[in-house]
């Protein structure tokens, strides 16, 4: 099993930036993939970016050039940095780990945390 927390959501105004962080903790080793969803009010979830333990990264259309990924594999955390927030990017964000070629579904699902962004 892997824990999940999440930190780092708020309001901030268009043109903001916010920094998510999520600590994995549990069964670690088992962790490949690490990501971030989000999901809008009325919305399905869907992936804004993602991270494999050796770096490579996958990101939404949406967000490519706002948004970095990082993550310390030392500190088992992954991380969102989000710049020029603009109010179509609030709603809740999940973190999720999982191992190599799993759907994120296969993984573990943080608690989620708002992203709130006012016009």
């Known amino acids: 099993q892997v824990q999940l927390v999440e930190s780092g959501g708020g309001l901030v105004q268009a043109g903001g930036s916010l920094r998510l962080s999520c600590a994995a903790s549990g069964s670690i080793f088992s962790i490949n993939v690490m990501g971030w969803y989000r999901q809008a009010p009325g919305k399905q979830r869907v992936l804004v970016a993602a991270i494999t333990s050796g770096g490579s990264t996958n990101y939404a259309d949406s967000v490519r050039g706002r948004f970095t990924i990082s993550r310390d594999n030392a500190k088992n955390t992954v991380y969102l940095q989000m710049n020029s927030l603009k109010p179509e990017d609030t709603a809740v964000y999940y973190c999720?780990?999982?191992?190599?070629?799993?759907?994120?579904?296969?993984?573990?699902w943080g608690q989620g945390t708002q992203v709130t962004v006012s016009s």
């Open positions: 999720n780990a999982r191992p190599a070629g799993a759907s994120p579904n296969f993984g573990s």
